[in-house]
């Protein structure tokens, strides 16, 4: 999960990349270019020229060599600082579009005719998060993080630069993660008894890069055609477990009953029992990559949050009515529900693919009429 940050905070301050990657597992910044930045050359031109590293990701990058040109998205490995530059290097166009690059290795070094030693370019694949292999290090002269590792010829090649554009079908806003002061201020209670559940309340966004996601049924060229950079927000509400009303019985509705949702890990990723409808009225799942499903268990966790193979929590408890008259009427029993909603980004709006819920059993209230 990645929260992002200006490149301009990184022109003023540049010992900022060597600081650690946002706190938690499994997490790192996604850089905006500031426009303010874009400098004009002498025919009133905007310079498209990445001169300074770290890459943004709000740009469409081109590497450049000589007349050579390829179509790439850099993006910084997790759980590095960006002084360590080191980035995912993502196609953009032809067969291969939206695969990782990865590396050649010493044994598949070929003999021309000519007696000259032949590195072959290793066959892009999906990403695999933890493969070393597909990692880069780049200050325009890149080598391979595993030290038996060739990167793509279009990378091995000295001097190359990088020109940037803007993106035509996607724009990455700001999204700075927790709102760590917000979540713990904790929601109001002061909403009608009769409503299931209160309104909810954002207290974190980040991004997730494509490749980190897995929608049913489309191609990964497609997918980073349609979705570059997925929003993952993190709400707060309250919601309705147990609901009584005075029928002068006694021993009624003693316990409420807790439901979670369901996830299946297949292939690296956790793929959801819930499925959407797209906009073509099919039905689709969705999967996440278990790094990201990692972290948003360890945001729950560092609140009280307990796991658990159950999908249903029996919670007993004992609840005086202690308002005037000695009746009441109606009576409702709420949980705090944490929620990550994984969101498909598009310049046409935003489409919510999946809802993950995380329910908060020590954090119980009730209400009366």
């Known amino acids: 999960m990645y929260?992002?940050?200006?490149?301009s905070v990184y022109r003023r301050s540049p010992q900022s990349l060597s600081l650690p990657p946002p706190e938690g597992p499994n997490s790192g910044y996604l850089i905006l270019h500031d426009d303010e930045l874009v400098e004009i050359t002498c025919c009133g031109c905007g310079d498209d020229w990445v001169k300074d590293l770290p890459f943004p990701q709000n740009k469409d990058l081109t590497v450049?060599?000589?007349?050579?040109?390829?179509?790439?998205?850099?993006?910084?490995?997790?759980?590095?600082?960006?002084?360590s530059n080191r980035y995912h290097v993502i196609l953009r166009r032809g067969n291969h579009k939206g695969e990782a690059c990865t590396n050649s290795r010493e044994e598949d070094m070929e003999i021309d005719c000519c007696g000259c030693t032949n590195v072959p370019d290793a066959k892009p694949k999906p990403l695999e998060p933890s493969d070393g292999g597909s990692y880069r290090r780049g200050y325009f002269v890149a080598k391979s993080v595993d030290p038996d590792g060739f990167p793509p010829s279009?990378?091995?090649?000295?001097?190359?630069?990088?020109?940037?554009?803007?993106?035509?079908?996607?724009?990455?806003?700001?999204?700075?993660?927790?709102?760590?002061?917000?979540?713990?201020?904790?929601?109001?209670?002061?909403?009608?008894?009769?409503?299931?559940?209160?309104?909810?309340v954002l207290v974190g966004k980040w991004y997730c890069p494509f490749m980190f996601v897995k929608e049913g049924g489309v191609r990964l060229k497609d997918q980073m055609t349609k979705c570059m950079f997925y929003e993952i927000r993190l709400e707060q509400r309250w919601e309705k477990i147990l609901n009584s009303v005075n029928e002068n019985v006694e021993g009624k509705n003693k316990g409420g009953c807790v439901c979670g949702c369901l996830c299946s890990k297949r292939?690296?990723?956790?793929?959801?029992s819930e499925a959407i409808w797209d906009e073509r009225n099919r039905r689709n799942r969705s999967g996440i990559e278990h790094k990201v499903v990692e972290r948003m268990k360890w945001e729950q966790e560092r609140v009280g949050w307990v796991g658990g193979n159950e999908r249903r929590v029996r919670v007993e408890r004992v609840e005086e009515f202690g308002g005037t008259g000695g009746r009441w009427k109606r009576f409702g029993c709420y949980v705090l529900v944490e929620r990550f909603v994984l969101k498909r980004m598009s310049m046409n709006g935003s489409l919510a693919l999946l809802t993950y819920d995380f329910k908060h059993t020590h954090q119980i209230r009730s209400k009366w009429e």
Request: with cysteine; hydrophobic share 35%; charged share 20%.
């Open 3 to 7: 929260v992002t940050k200006p490149v």
């Open 64 to 83: 450049r060599h000589g007349s050579d040109e390829d179509k790439v998205t850099f993006i910084p490995v997790l759980n590095q600082p960006l002084s």
């Open 154 to 200: 279009f990378l091995r090649r000295k001097w190359w630069t990088v020109t940037m554009h803007t993106p035509r079908h996607y724009r990455l806003g700001e999204a700075l993660g927790l709102n760590s002061s917000l979540r713990a201020r904790l929601l109001g209670f002061d909403f009608p008894l009769s409503h299931d559940c209160s309104e909810a």
């Open 267 to 272: 292939g690296g990723f956790c793929w959801w």
